[in-house]
């Protein structure tokens, strides 16, 4: 499953965080810059996608959901 | 125009009257006659290369906005593969006029920047060319880097393009944040700049404390102590012990930061007294435990410009890409991944060295910082696993003080390059305070002799004492907030005594002229 996927992503590269509770990620500044950069690299090889860096804005990278609803709109778009 | 001088604050006194004066919806157009008034008074130069800038920025904004039109109104209908086929089209002819207006706008601040470089360059290698350069007009790089995030934006589609070119102009020219940032995103500054503001007794007083605070920072501690830094770092000879210039190094930061923030609290202050928030430009950064943590804390907009427009966008791109498939083959799936943002963080620091100044100690100040960022990340996991084995815990006092000193240390040394006479000088402060310490030197009066008197030394020392004092308060929110609360008697002590500490305390030039700001020429 696709959300179940994501999740594994993050906690692989940021262990540290509950993804299920976390809320404001970029807002916040919880992930980095280098961590942002980590996570759109992975996605676009996992989902073999095109995140590009219009879409680094916090309401696409917040939350787990945000993230979801990204990915699902690459997949139906690229 | 300097915000420490007298000249300003009756600019500024006038500015802000009127403004209280006018009708709500006068008041952007009255900002904007202040702007541009300023920027006559001050250099008849910049007001020319605003104008042609907000011309094009402006102009480019509105290509933009129509090309998007365009495609929206073509592609409608269309099946999906037709519809990509068409916005392909478009985005390709949005790239060229966002790459044409950059250009122009870069491409004139570079000319201006580095051309007596290049000339003095070619000269030394035996060409036969005279020196040729331009003095740039002041504060003009923050300007552009302003206008140029706006154009970018627009253009990734983030918000509408401004049809009116004079609002867009008083966006791009608001006149408190010209001359040294910070460095604003349209979407957070243009509602408030065309919005009503009506006095609020609160947030008057708040803004002045904020005036009075940056010109104490500035006259009492930068200025103080500029003339050591000035006279030690950055003179041509090299003949004093290691231990003068560690001494020289420390004090450099406490100016660099009481001189820059100073200034950014002067804005935020005379923004805060007409009503409008402006994007703080620090957070704490001598309390950084890193130094990738301090660059996010220290001149925050313009790390976050790079980061956003410079970074993101380099280390997503095709060539990255590539970087980091060709070195999955090579060093493995982490390094491979790892390895372009590596690249990219060097390529950025490369860029903000030269931002700094048209010189090699600069690139060289950039790619150390760059350098010792990217070290960090690498050996995080060797960090983690000697702190366990010494029974380290990461969230112990001692430890984080430690990294709190080791990163303060760290960037001092670093900013011997930013601020050494020529780059071999640099090498050869940092050879003697590896080679020639020599303790003693600190204590037998050398450091009186450097342009500072023991009693500007003690002023410089109070100071920086109440600097530190600050900082450490912000950490339960806003100090104004915490002396508001504490009834208007404090207040009102606070504000007198920070006017009278600049007043006998302050360090003024020749005809009472307060000394340059250091970052006014970046």
Excluded at chain 2, 172 to 183: D, L
Excluded at chain 2, 233 to 239: E, G, M
Aim: proline share 3%; net charge positive.
């Amino acid at each position: 499953m696709l959300r179940d996927e994501i999740k594994e992503i993050m906690e692989e590269l940021r262990p540290d965080l509950d993804m299920e509770t976390e809320t404001d990620l970029i807002d916040r500044g919880t992930l980095d810059s280098f961590d942002i950069i980590s996570l759109v690299s992975e996605l676009n090889d996992a989902f073999d996608i095109h995140i590009s860096v219009e879409d680094l804005v916090p309401e696409n990278l917040n939350t787990l959901d945000a993230m979801v609803q990204l990915v699902e709109r690459h997949q139906q778009e690229d | 125009m300097l915000f420490t001088s007298f000249r300003f604050a009756a600019f500024f006194a006038l500015v802000l009257t009127v403004y209280y004066l006018l009708p709500g919806r006068r008041q952007w157009q009255w900002l904007l006659a202040a702007n541009f008034a300023f920027y006559f008074i001050g250099s008849l130069r910049l007001a020319g290369w605003l104008f042609m800038s907000i011309l094009t920025v402006w102009a480019g904004g509105l290509a933009l906005a129509a090309l998007d039109k365009k495609a929206a109104e073509q592609t409608k209908g269309l099946d999906r593969q037709a519809k990509k086929a068409m916005r392909a089209g478009f985005t390709r002819r949005k790239k060229g006029v966002l790459a044409l207006v950059l250009l122009i706008n870069f491409g004139a601040l570079a000319v201006m920047k580095y051309a007596g470089w290049v000339f003095s360059l070619l000269q030394k290698l035996g060409a036969g060319v005279g020196i040729w350069s331009l003095a740039m007009p002041l504060g003009v790089s923050f300007y552009t880097f302003q206008a140029a995030g706006y154009l970018i934006d627009v253009y990734r589609g983030k918000y509408p393009a401004q049809n009116n070119p004079a609002r867009f102009a008083l966006f791009a020219s608001f006149f408190p944040q010209m001359i040294q940032g910070p460095i604003s995103r349209y979407d957070q500054l243009a509602n408030q700049l065309f919005a009503t503001h009506r006095p609020d007794p609160q947030q008057l007083l708040f803004g002045f404390q904020r005036i009075l605070w940056g010109v104490f920072k500035k006259l009492v501690v930068a200025d103080r102590l500029a003339p050591l830094v000035q006279n030690l770092l950055a003179s041509p000879t090299i003949d004093q012990a290691g231990s003068v210039y560690l001494a020289g190094l420390v004090l450099y930061a406490f100016q660099l930061y009481a001189d820059f923030s100073g200034g950014i609290d002067v804005t935020i202050g005379c923004a805060q007294m007409l009503g409008i928030r402006v994007t703080e430009n620090f957070h704490r950064p001598f309390f950084s435990k890193s130094v990738d943590e301090y660059w996010r804390r220290w001149h925050i907009t313009l790390g976050s410009w790079f980061r956003d427009y410079l970074f993101y966008p380099l280390a997503l791109s095709a060539p990255m890409a590539r970087l980091g498939r060709l070195c999955k083959g090579v060093f493995g799936p982490a390094y491979g991944k790892k390895i372009p943002i590596y690249a990219a963080t060097m390529g950025v620091w490369a860029v903000t060295g030269l931002w700094h100044g048209s010189s090699a100690r600069y690139l060289l100040w950039g790619l150390c910082n760059g350098g010792v960022i990217v070290l960090s990340m690498l050996l995080e996991p060797w960090y983690q696993k000697a702190r366990q084995r010494l029974g380290i815990r990461s969230e112990s006092t001692v430890w984080r003080l430690f990294q709190v000193v080791r990163t303060f240390g760290l960037l001092c040394l670093l900013r011997v390059f930013d601020n050494a006479y020529t780059t071999g000088n640099a090498f050869a402060i940092l050879g003697r305070i590896f080679t020639r310490f020599e303790p003693a030197a600190l204590l037998d009066g050398t450091l009186l002799q450097l342009g500072v008197t023991a009693q500007g030394f003690f002023t410089a020392g109070l100071g920086v004492c109440v600097m530190l004092c600050v900082s450490l308060a912000q950490r339960h929110g806003s100090v104004r907030g915490q002396i508001a609360r504490r009834g208007p008697a404090l207040q009102g002590a606070v504000c007198l005594l920070l006017a009278l500490a600049s007043l006998l305390f302050g360090a003024y030039g020749v005809g009472y002229n307060a000394a340059q700001f250091i970052y006014f020429s970046f």
